[in-house]
């Protein structure tokens, strides 16, 4: 199947700093990616909708201004979360669709960030 | 807007048969995923159901009602290793074509 990669697996920050997480397609190319947040416990929640080439979509209550979404292209999103607090505390994870396969979304293996 | 259901938690025998249920809402409807999710880890693909009826894969099938708006999750010959939350995921017919995930249901495999 499709490889999707993420960096860091694991970062740790101080409150106030911001925090860049990279989500790759390693073998396809994906116009379409998502990041989602799992906070323990609870289910994935989609956090937005990255798309290459335009601005991203976000769900309601996320803030596009504290999560900046770039994916400047067909391999690459980030995730940039911005002056960081404890309760962005959280694992985030991206995954991209391959074009014209819309059966199957591959995941990346998530990104766990803990904010000081 | 969607609104995806599932248990909580299951707790089922090893060698058992178990069916996981996922009951949706959504104002439209593009096909239903299952993904098998371990503490700490990414979610991986179990199934894809888009047309009504039973999709069987090894130990896995998945089965489908539009009509009602209803998913299971069958799990046959359980493994200690199937201990595991199992994701019910809802993909939109809408723009992006993004995919929603109910809450998961954690399944707990004893001896």
């Known amino acids: 199947g499709a490889v999707v990669s993420q960096h860091p697996s694991r970062v740790i920050c101080k409150s106030g700093t911001s925090v860049k997480i990279e989500c790759r397609s390693l073998d396809f190319q994906a116009t379409t990616m998502f990041w989602y947040r799992q906070f323990p416990k609870q289910s994935l929640m989609l956090m937005a909708t990255s798309n290459e080439g335009s601005k991203a979509t976000y769900e309601q209550g996320v803030e596009k201004d504290k999560f900046l979404i770039n994916h400047a292209s067909l391999t690459l999103s980030t995730l940039t979360v911005t002056s960081a607090h404890p309760e962005d505390s959280s694992f985030y994870i991206c995954?991209?669709?391959?074009?014209?396969?819309?059966?199957?979304?591959?995941f990346g293996p998530g990104t766990r960030l803990t904010v000081l | 807007g969607q609104n995806i259901d599932q248990p909580t938690e299951m707790t089922a025998t090893e060698g058992a048969i178990v069916q996981i249920n996922c009951t949706y809402q959504t104002s439209g409807f593009n096909g239903l995923f299952w993904y098998q999710q371990h503490a700490g880890e990414a979610p991986t693909f179990l199934s894809y159901n888009v047309l009504d009826g039973l999709e069987e894969k090894g130990r896995f099938s998945s089965f489908l009602s539009r009509s009602k708006g209803y998913s299971y999750l069958l799990l046959k010959e359980l493994q200690m290793k199937d201990s595991a939350s199992y994701l019910c995921a809802v993909k939109n017919s809408g723009g992006y074509q993004k995919v929603t995930f109910g809450t998961g249901t954690k399944l707990q495999v004893i001896p």
């Open positions: 995954s991209a669709r391959v074009p014209d396969q819309y059966n199957e979304q591959f």
